[in-house]
């Protein structure tokens, strides 16, 4: 009974942080996906499950698709990290002092590329639980 107590809370925090987007949010970042999906030549499923965080088994061509979303949300611009634009965009939906502390842990990262960096910055702000 307890555990599911838990699930239902964490369903309703869950559902409650994606409400905190507004229609026009979610339809750029829809638009942006698309976009992304066609230019990279994944699949809507890959998008989803990296979305979801299934991260095992991603390509280059799902590190390049993360890549695009990120440059085209303005979070990345030639594979660097834009910490002002993150901390703008994503402190008031999930707080100020969370984005900072998740930029202190995720920020450094560096991949042997420009897709492959774009990729470990989004598992590591999806892990630690900053929509993006």
């Known amino acids: 009974m307890k555990f599911l107590i838990v699930l239902v809370a964490c369903v309703a925090l869950v559902a409650a942080d994606e ?19 066609a230019q990279e030549g994944i699949t809507k499923e890959q998008a989803h499950s990296l979305r979801d965080g299934t991260f095992d088994g991603a ?13 085209k949300t303005g979070f990345l611009v030639d594979g660097q990290i834009q910490p002002n634009v993150v901390l703008e965009k994503l402190g008031p939906i999930a707080g100020e002092d969370k984005i900072k ?12 590329d420009k897709c492959d960096t774009a990729f470990q910055l989004y598992q590591c702000y999806h892990k630690n639980h900053a929509q993006i």
């Open 101 to 112: 502390a998740i930029q202190a842990n995720c920020d450094s990262l560096k991949g042997a």
């Open 19 to 37: 409400i905190k987007l507004t229609d026009e949010q979610k339809a750029k970042a829809k638009e942006h996906g698309a976009a992304c999906i």
């Open 59 to 71: 390509d280059n061509k799902v590190k390049c698709f993360a890549n695009c979303f990120l440059e």
